[in-house]
Nanobody, 119 residues
Framework: QVQLVESGGGLVQAGGSLRLSCAASGSIFSINSMGWYRQAPGKQRELVAA??????TYVDSVKGRFTISRDNAKNTVFLQMNSLKPEDTAVYYCRVVATTGEGLTTGYWGQGTQVTVSS
């Protein structure tokens, strides 16, 4: 089993910055991908950014403003969010696809952290 703990959300004014963190722990043999999704009220959950073996992906609306990074030694993924806009307001979820020590490859979700950007 793998556990994810997120931190770093909050309330910020438009133009401000926040940094999200997500630490994975448990029976981890390897991590296949790490990423961030978000879900605004009344909208579907969408991929914001992800790091996979193929590289880094961003949704168009955050390119140039958000940066995803990873600390492999700590199994932690970060999302640096700059120049925040009110439309970035959402619950942000960490997602990790990991292979456990038992050889199972599964996707795991974090508990979600609220990001609110005021205008």
């Amino acid at each position: 089993q793998v556990q994810l703990v997120e931190s770093g959300g909050g309330l910020v004014q438009a133009g401000g910055s926040l940094r999200l963190s997500c630490a994975a722990s448990g029976s981890i043999f390897s991590i296949n991908s790490m990423g961030w999704y978000r879900q605004a009220p009344g909208k579907q959950r969408e991929l914001v950014a992800a790091i996979t073996s193929g590289g880094i992906t961003y949704v168009d609306s955050v390119k140039g403003r958000f940066t995803i990074s990873r600390d492999n030694a700590k199994n932690t993924v970060f999302l640096q969010m700059n120049s925040l806009k009110p439309e970035d307001t959402a619950v942000y979820y960490c997602r990790v696809v990991a292979t456990t020590g038992e050889g199972l490859t599964t996707g795991y979700w974090g508990q979600g952290t609220q990001v609110t950007v005021s205008s």
